[in-house]
């Protein structure tokens, strides 16, 4: 039986992470907007850069993976995630740790990114708030799941329909309420970067049906439906459709949210676990 080019990194990651004592994770949180202070609040944690990780991508090579118990959940944590891809790379490669943590046991991924209120039935989602993704739309013209038919790690055809964990969104809500941090439901449209979107393309994305437009996110989602974790996905809201944008606005904005999306992070730990275990119960059942 061939042995897909993914299947074969991720076997040798993970018996290279298992040879260095780094534990299974039941979670992965990939916050892409940076990770603050999270790495400090792991207890009995640990880092270690990729580029010691026999089998990892180079498009990883320059990441640290962090863990540790994270409010009684154990978790794995990206720092440091690629920013470009390389030409030529396979699509898969961006999205390599989410198989990979699937594989040494996480059943699910909470994902952070920057993203754009777009104007949508006369609702447009504040600067500075949060958005918990309920839906998708990969606008990106690209899918990392190309070329992985003889993939073990998931189905050729995955169901999207479960992707968006609703107990996770339910559980995020209820913690953005008790941090007083502004937060709503919102469908997503996935776009290509690394350029920023022009104004028409906003325009657009919002008659499709999404209220926030994020750039390469289409790659973690489709890679978590493939791997079959529940995801909660998180936008944080840096511009509206009619804003001037940049870089440099971009990452301090993040950088002024982030205290707030820790808190909500540390909060929804336990919850996740919750979820996690409601999850092995139904299987076992």
């Given at each position: 039986?061939?042995?897909?080019?993914?299947?074969?990194?991720?076997?040798?990651?993970?018996?290279?992470?298992?040879?260095?004592?780094?534990?299974?994770?039941?979670?992965?949180?990939?916050?892409?907007?940076?990770?603050?202070?999270?790495?400090?609040?792991?207890?009995r944690g640990?880092?270690?850069?990729?580029?010691?990780?026999?089998?990892?991508?180079?498009?990883?090579?320059?990441?640290?993976?962090?863990?540790?118990?994270?409010?009684?959940?154990?978790?794995?944590?990206?720092?440091?995630?690629?920013?470009?891809?390389?030409?030529?790379?396979?699509?898969?490669?961006?999205?390599?740790?989410?198989?990979?943590?699937?594989?040494?046991?996480?059943?699910?991924?909470?994902?952070?990114?920057?993203?754009?209120?777009?104007?949508?039935?006369?609702?447009?989602?504040?600067v500075g708030s949060?958005?918990?993704?309920?839906?998708?739309?990969?606008?990106?013209?690209?899918?990392?799941?190309?070329?992985?038919?003889?993939?073990?790690?998931?189905?050729?055809?995955?169901?999207?329909?479960?992707?968006?964990?609703?107990?996770?969104?339910?559980?995020?809500?209820?913690?953005?309420?008790?941090?007083?941090?502004?937060?709503?439901?919102?469908?997503?449209?996935?776009?290509?970067?690394?350029?920023?979107?022009?104004?028409?393309?906003?325009?657009?994305?919002?008659?499709?049906?999404?209220?926030?437009?994020?750039?390469?996110?289409?790659?973690?989602?489709?890679?978590?439906?493939?791997?079959?974790?529940?995801?909660?996905?998180?936008?944080?809201?840096?511009?509206?459709?009619?804003?001037?944008?940049?870089?440099?606005?971009?990452?301090?904005?993040?950088?002024?949210?982030?205290?707030?999306?820790?808190?909500?992070?540390?909060?929804?730990?336990?919850?996740?676990?919750?979820?996690?275990?409601?999850?092995?119960?139904?299987?076992?059942?």
């Amino acid at each position: 039986m061939t042995t897909s080019l993914l299947d074969a990194a991720v076997d040798q990651a993970r018996n290279a992470l298992s040879g260095r004592s780094v534990p299974a994770p039941e979670a992965l949180f990939w916050p892409a907007t940076g990770t603050g202070i999270l790495p400090g609040r792991l207890v009995r944690g640990g880092k270690l850069p990729l580029d010691r990780v026999d089998g990892v991508p180079r498009a990883w090579r320059d990441a640290v993976l962090a863990w540790g118990d994270f409010h009684g959940l154990a978790v794995w944590m990206l720092e440091d995630a690629p920013l470009e891809a390389e030409a030529g790379e396979p699509v898969w490669m961006r999205s390599f740790p989410v198989w990979l943590a699937a594989a040494s046991g996480a059943s699910a991924l909470v994902h952070a990114s920057a993203g754009v209120a777009l104007e949508r039935d006369g609702r447009e989602l504040a600067v500075g708030s949060l958005a918990f993704f309920t839906d998708h739309i990969n606008l990106s013209g690209a899918s990392p799941l190309g070329g992985l038919g003889e993939s073990r790690l998931g189905p050729m055809f995955p169901d999207q329909t479960r992707v968006h964990d609703p107990h996770l969104r339910r559980a995020a809500l209820a913690a953005a309420e008790r941090l007083g941090v502004s937060a709503a439901e919102a469908i997503v449209a996935c776009t290509a970067g690394p350029t920023l979107d022009t104004p028409a393309e906003r325009r657009f994305f919002a008659r499709a049906g999404a209220d926030v437009a994020v750039q390469d996110l289409a790659g973690p989602l489709l890679a978590a439906a493939h791997a079959g974790l529940g995801t909660l996905g998180v936008g944080v809201i840096v511009a509206r459709e009619r804003d001037d944008v940049d870089v440099a606005r971009i990452a301090s904005l993040c950088q002024a949210v982030a205290p707030a999306l820790d808190d909500l992070f540390w909060q929804l730990a336990a919850d996740v676990q919750k979820e996690i275990r409601a999850r092995l119960d139904e299987d076992l059942a």
